[in-house]
């Protein structure tokens, strides 16, 4: 599956337009992360479990989104975007969206 930011695709030609698809995780925090990103905050330095928390939340919702392209009959999701929101104290949605759409070899 081919994902891009841009509105089309460089070499390609979208010939059909399926629509919207979207994919999402909410996560929230637990205790051992939390001690140890208090601990690396206090002796700065990459919070390494949240990175890897993110990490894994963004590829979730990406294979999300493009399992729901897929049943659409997409072959590429063209303007791809990211977006956060807070649930509730210490747990955060990440979706990520885009349109599924059908793309040929621009001739």
Same mark, same amino acid.
């Given at each position: 599956?081919?994902?891009?930011?841009? /509105?089309?695709?460089?070499? *390609?030609?979208?010939?059909?337009?399926?629509?919207?698809? *979207?994919?999402?995780?909410?996560? =929230? +925090?637990?205790?051992? @992360?939390?001690? !140890?990103?208090?601990?690396?905050?206090?002796?700065?330095? &990459?919070?390494?479990?949240?990175? *890897? !928390? %993110?990490? &894994? $939340? @963004? #590829?979730? $919702? %990406?294979? @999300?989104?493009? =399992?729901?392209?897929?049943?659409?009959?997409?072959?590429?999701?063209?303007?791809? +975007?990211?977006?956060? =929101? $807070?649930?509730? #104290?210490?747990?955060? #949605? %990440? %979706?990520?969206?885009?349109?599924?759409?059908?793309? &040929? /070899? /621009? *001739?």
């Amino acid at each position: 599956m081919l994902i891009v930011t841009t /509105d089309g695709v460089p070499g *390609k030609k979208i010939v059909r337009v399926l629509g919207l698809v *979207k994919g999402n995780t909410v996560r =929230a +925090r637990n205790i051992g @992360r939390d001690v !140890m990103a208090f601990l690396r905050n206090v002796a700065g330095g &990459e919070i390494v479990e949240y990175t *890897k !928390m %993110l990490a &894994e $939340s @963004r #590829e979730q $919702s %990406l294979d @999300r989104m493009v =399992a729901e392209a897929e049943e659409m009959g997409a072959n590429a999701i063209v303007a791809c +975007r990211f977006a956060t =929101a $807070s649930m509730m #104290e210490g747990a955060a #949605e %990440l %979706l990520v969206y885009g349109t599924g759409v059908v793309v &040929e /070899d /621009d *001739k």
